[in-house]
């Protein structure tokens, strides 16, 4: 029994809604257990925006958000926009497991195997075996790209705590910056008064 966070592409994305249906039958029968969902998108310039399950996609109502919608938000942020735009898309294959990096981590593995204007299903399940998600998806014209949800969970948690840290930074460099401001116009109405009374002292001495 294996815990993962699994990717899945399609080739034609009108298929994802049979792929939910496939899946949700395999939980049902119990071959794996479904823990949470969600459907991303890419948009044609590079950024990732979570779809509406409830709205656009049969069976998602029920098993939305969780880590798979946590991922989803995290691809959707600052990260993701670093990642679509400094990465290249991966479609999948052989020749792409040679171009992946053994260093890339396991939300940039999946930011890079949703190509420009494509979308893709993020689930969290536990798996008895690969070979019944593998075999559900493959005869729908689709690949699982999975990582241990372990794995996931960790860079979840980082990516949490390093936007944490640019936040509380960004928050002392204004602060620091707005000092430098009440700094620079004190000294300006400072100088102003030194002026004016120079000025007031000049004209008694008149």
Do not use: C
Not at 13 to 30: K, M, P, Q, V, Y
């Amino acid at each position: 029994m294996e815990e993962n966070t699994a990717l899945i592409t399609f080739a034609d994305d009108s298929r994802i809604n049979a792929g939910i249906n496939a899946i949700e039958l395999a939980a049902t029968n119990g071959n794996l257990e479904l823990r949470s969902a969600a459907v991303l998108s890419r948009t044609p310039d590079g950024r990732f925006e979570l779809r509406d399950g409830a709205d656009d996609f049969e069976g998602l109502a029920t098993v939305g958000g969780g880590l798979a919608g946590s991922l989803v938000g995290v691809l959707g942020g600052p990260l993701g926009v670093l990642l679509g735009g400094s990465l290249g898309a991966l479609t999948g294959g052989v020749g792409d497991a040679a171009r992946a990096d053994e260093s890339d981590g396991a939300i940039e593995l999946f930011s890079r195997y949703v190509q420009p204007g494509r979308t893709a299903l993020l689930i969290e399940l536990v798996e008895y075996t690969p070979e019944v998600l593998d075999r559900a998806i493959a005869d729908l014209g689709g690949w699982v790209y999975r990582e241990p949800t372990v794995v996931v969970e960790a860079e979840l948690q980082a990516a949490d705590e390093a936007a944490r840290a640019a936040e509380k930074e960004a928050r002392k460099k204004l602060r620091e910056q707005h000092k430098q401001e009440f700094r620079e116009k004190r000294e300006q109405h400072k100088q102003a008064f030194r002026e004016k009374k120079e000025k007031l002292a000049s004209s008694f001495r008149a």
